[in-house]
């Protein structure tokens, strides 16, 4: 099996569609929680609990395929 060669990217409004799609996917939501915070460019970085953050959009990252430049994932960068 060989994996596709990524970069990660600044995110773009343009990416909303996709975080919002993986926000509905319950087998995204297995993994991956509370997407909702994703796809709000203004939120502040806020207490969530002892020593976590809710990430900012200027944290967060897109991976993309670089054969394609299509979207893949998401990393926030905390």
């Known amino acids: 099996m060989t994996l596709p060669k990524v970069v990660l990217t600044e995110y773009t ?11 509905e996917d319950e087998d995204v939501l297995q993994y991956v929680h509370e997407l909702e915070h994703q796809e709000r460019d203004d939120v502040p970085g806020s207490r969530v609990s002892a ?28």
Not at 13 to 23: A, K
Not at 51 to 78: C, H, L, N, W
């Open 51 to 78: 020593g976590k953050y809710i990430a900012r959009p200027r944290m967060r990252r897109m991976v993309r395929d670089v054969a394609t430049e299509t979207v893949v994932g998401f990393v926030s960068v905390q």
């Open 13 to 23: 409004s343009s990416d909303l569609p996709m975080l919002r799609y993986w926000r």
